[in-house]
């Protein structure tokens, strides 16, 4: 369907001449990435009102977002597949905050924090087959995403000094979502090579 929608928005562009034909490939891809971005906006907007949870599904974006940009690792092979485990990652996010009792929080923290800064000094960024990196953006995408995890550490601390321990854990939910991803990424460039 974002496919779809991408080429037609295109299409529209080519015969108005807003866009040269030879840049269409471009074009599409830019289109598509920006439609399945709005979806999975709106996704998160939509689940935030139904879990009553707006700050922590705001967090949880702030600190996974950048961080994931930067680290990489497994990517699903389609919007679809994106968009469905996006929701699914908000979902069990939502549903960890209302359950993780206010004296295991910390500990909690302090473990999915711990594994994300450990895998992401260790591992990032993970390449895929359909995203290989160079050593250039290896170097790079690896710095970044070490200084990334370390100011969403500090984010983390500040939180949790401050008494907001629901929100440090919207911190630390990202970077356990960031671990799951590069650990599946890991698994799956292995299997690949094999």
Sequence with gaps: MIERLAEGLVSWQIKRNYIPL???NLYRYGFELLIAQAVNLLIACFLAIIFHEYLTISIFLLSF??????????HADNYQVCTALSALMLC?????VKIIPDEMIFAADLLFCGVCGISVFAFAPVGTDNKPLDEKEKRRYGKCSRIIWGIEAVAWII???A???RESLGVTLGHLAVFVLLYVGIMKNKKLKK
Excluded: D, N, T
């Design 159 to 161: 939180c949790y000094g």
């Design 22 to 24: 030879e840049e269409q």
């Design 65 to 74: 977002i950048p961080l994931r940009s930067f680290s990489g690792g497994h």
């Design 163 to 165: 008494q907001a321990k």
């Design 92 to 96: 069990i996010a939502c549903v960890m």
